[in-house]
């Protein structure tokens, strides 16, 4: 079975490769992303490339072309994306728990709801930062009534979950951010950015108490 990597906007063939039974028999996701690794491996250009749904769980992708790529959907869990060019990627949706986005170019890359949950993305580019971002975001979440990690902002404006505070402390250009990318995204590089130490992106899904003790610790430690 042959399978074509097409252009998300031209349609042209960027790469194709031959699957072999085994493979062939899998979903269309699984397909997909055993061609994207075989085109990385022959350093295929797969810039604006249609990716969408890919199943590309695990994958060493360092220094790929991904950019302007659709990879809406993706399963990126623990992918290896170190250096890669993701610049206007549409990452909308896309599951990047533990992936290792170490100074990829993620600049105008869509993250609206990709779950970042303990992606690392130290060099990730991201000109937003809050200052002692430990103690400022324990300080404000842990007052009395203050975090409700059930929603990102509560109704009263009082309450925010973790990455809530986070992009509230940030201020006009955490907002904007908010409003580019979602309330997670933006938060995972406001706080990557706020400290270039931090190894991975905190669990915005967590309970209060799981979540209080996580900044807690990170508050002490700075």
Same mark, same amino acid.
């Given at each position: 079975?042959?399978?074509?990597?097409?252009? &998300?906007?031209?349609?042209?063939?960027?790469?194709?490769c031959e699957?072999?039974?085994?493979?062939?028999?899998?979903?269309?996701?699984a397909?997909?992303?055993?061609?994207?690794?075989?085109?990385?491996?022959n350093?295929?250009?797969?810039?604006?490339?249609?990716?969408?749904g890919?199943?590309?769980?695990?994958?060493?992708?360092?220094?790929?072309?991904?950019?302007?790529?659709?990879?809406s959907?993706?399963?990126l869990?623990?992918?290896v994306?170190?250096g890669?060019?993701?610049?206007?990627a549409?990452? &909308?949706?896309?599951?990047l728990?533990g992936?290792?986005?170490?100074?990829?170019?993620?600049?105008?890359?869509?993250?609206s709801?990709?779950?970042?949950?303990?992606?690392?993305? &130290?060099?990730?580019?991201?000109?937003?930062?809050?200052?002692?971002?430990?103690?400022a975001?324990?300080?404000?979440?842990?007052?009395?009534?203050?975090?409700?990690?059930?929603?990102?902002?509560?109704a009263?404006?009082?309450?925010?979950?973790?990455a809530g505070?986070?992009?509230?402390?940030?201020g006009d250009?955490?907002?904007?951010?908010?409003?580019?990318?979602?309330?997670?995204?933006?938060?995972?590089?406001?706080?990557q950015?706020?400290?270039?130490?931090?190894?991975?992106?905190?669990?915005f899904?967590?309970?209060?108490?799981?979540a209080?003790?996580?900044?807690?610790?990170?508050?002490?430690?700075?």
């Amino acid at each position: 079975m042959k399978l074509e990597i097409k252009n &998300r906007w031209t349609g042209a063939v960027q790469f194709e490769c031959e699957l072999s039974a085994e493979v062939a028999g899998r979903s269309y996701g699984a397909r997909l992303g055993f061609a994207v690794k075989q085109a990385h491996e022959n350093d295929a250009d797969l810039s604006g490339a249609d990716l969408r749904g890919a199943v590309l769980r695990g994958a060493d992708l360092s220094g790929a072309d991904l950019s302007g790529a659709d990879l809406s959907g993706a399963d990126l869990r623990g992918a290896v994306l170190r250096g890669a060019d993701l610049s206007g990627a549409d990452l &909308r949706g896309a599951d990047l728990r533990g992936a290792v986005l170490r100074g990829a170019d993620l600049s105008d890359a869509d993250l609206s709801d990709a779950d970042l949950r303990g992606a690392v993305l &130290r060099g990730a580019a991201c000109p937003i930062t809050i200052p002692d971002i430990h103690k400022a975001v324990y300080t404000a979440a842990s007052k009395p009534g203050a975090l409700a990690m059930e929603s990102w902002h509560h109704a009263c404006g009082t309450a925010h979950c973790r990455a809530g505070w986070v992009v509230t402390l940030a201020g006009d250009g955490g907002r904007a951010l908010e409003w580019a990318l979602g309330t997670p995204a933006a938060a995972a590089l406001i706080y990557q950015a706020s400290d270039p130490k931090l190894e991975r992106v905190p669990d915005f899904y967590c309970s209060n108490d799981d979540a209080l003790a996580d900044m807690k610790r990170l508050a002490e430690a700075a």
